[in-house]
């Protein structure tokens, strides 16, 4: 069995680009040419195939992008396939049929400390909260530019407004909360207060939120087919429960350890930043998160505005070099395939090239993710009748 994925990329102003994929899955194993010959009834082999239906451009874009640019499905039967044609493999390896894949369009959900702490400097400038906004909002940021691409969603909590306990305020704990949708930077925009609301770090209560949300089979694990969820929390103090008077200390930490698990059960890919610099609690803390989340992705700790802009964009950014494969590789025999980007191959479980994230999606890292986004771009990847098993 041989599969083949090709994904082109039109490159567009402000670097914006579009994707389209076109997977050539090749059904069935025969042993030599006669299945081919009964089959058609012919002995000509096709030198090339072009796919039935192609994803299109999508509409123009002109703001900056980290990533790819949206894209749309169009075309009719028998159109011509963009970019190069796919030579067929020889006939003594799979009988030939075809396919489409889609683009992968995760969803991330930003949650965000909204603690009066966060009034606190961040590199010796603005604060905190004004930083993280100003990276996350502002024209030609990370939602601003990825917005075609990513559905973005939002959770900024805290406790109550005055105290701890929320007595007297708003409601404890006090969550401001955005679906997630794609375009969606102007309202994500307009749901995000200029200051910190509130007093108190309920972080447990933020994630369980987004857990509830959580696209699930049966109630019990993600579905196989939903694009991938991120959570992005980025904080600057130690979990507390002022909502039922427990305060800070280990039991805060552990129902945000135990709501973490749950999500990264359920498929969550969970990313950590602290915005406190050298606060050694909270970076112990932080670091037990990081260990139960899908990837095991040490917590970020940026100390400048630039270093914050780049950890959103390695977030986030990667995300959109995902690619979704139109049935399952046998995880842990995924590098007898292989892959090659624009014409090179690159490397399996290597930092800038790729790696399976999950029995049906390609992920580019390092370099390869950057190249992948750049500019005009094809990939294709190819494996052993006896690895994928196509849908």
């Not at 986030?316 to 049935?327: E, K, M, N, R, Y």
């Not at 007898?336 to 890292?365: F, H, M, S, Y």
């Amino acid at each position: 069995m041989q599969v083949f994925e090709q994904v082109d990329k039109m490159g567009r102003s402000g670097h914006r680009a579009v994707a389209w994929l076109v997977t050539m899955l090749l059904l069935g194993c025969s042993a030599d040419s006669t299945t081919k010959r009964e089959r058609t009834g012919t002995d000509a082999a096709p030198s090339s195939i072009a796919p039935e239906d192609a994803v299109q451009p999508g509409g123009q874009d002109q703001s900056p992008n980290f990533g790819n640019g949206p894209a749309s499905t169009a075309g009719t039967a028998g159109s011509p396939a963009p970019g190069p044609a796919t030579t067929m493999p020889p006939e003594d390896t799979c009988a030939e049929g075809q396919a489409r894949a889609t683009p992968v369009t995760p969803t991330v959900w930003l949650v965000v400390d909204g603690s009066s702490s966060m009034t606190q400097s961040f590199d010796g400038g603005a604060n905190r909260w004004q930083v993280l906004r100003s990276t996350l909002m502002d024209p030609g940021g990370i939602v601003d530019s990825l917005q075609g691409v990513v559905r973005f969603g939002m959770v900024i909590y805290s406790g109550g407004e005055d105290g701890l306990l929320g007595v007297g305020g708003t409601a404890c704990p006090n969550l401001v909360t955005v679906a997630p949708a794609l375009d969606n930077h102007a309202t994500l925009d307009a749901q995000y207060p200029a200051m910190p609301i509130g007093t108190g770090t309920p972080t447990h209560m933020a994630v369980q939120h987004v857990v509830d949300e959580l696209p699930v089979l049966n109630e019990q694990v993600l579905d196989q087919d939903a694009d991938p969820v991120y959570v992005v929390l980025a904080t600057d103090g130690g979990p507390n429960d002022p909502c039922s008077g427990a305060g800070f200390g280990a039991g805060a930490e552990q129902q945000v350890l135990d709501i973490v698990g749950v999500g990264t059960e359920r498929g969550m890919n969970m990313f950590v930043i602290s915005l406190a610099g050298g606060d050694a609690a909270l970076q112990t803390h932080l670091d037990q998160v990081a260990q139960i989340t899908k990837t095991g992705t040490p917590p970020f700790v940026p100390s400048t505005q630039d270093e914050l802009v780049q950890t959103f964009q390695d977030i986030v950014g990667g995300a959109t070099c995902l690619v979704s494969l139109d049935g399952e590789v046998s995880p842990g025999r995924e590098c007898g395939g292989t892959v090659t980007l624009n014409g090179e191959p690159i490397a399996c479980n290597d930092p800038d090239g790729w790696k399976l994230e999950d029995p049906r999606t390609v992920q580019l890292e390092g370099a390869s993710c950057e190249r992948f986004k750049a500019s005009e771009s094809m990939l294709m990847a190819s494996f052993p009748c006896d690895v994928f098993r196509p849908d």
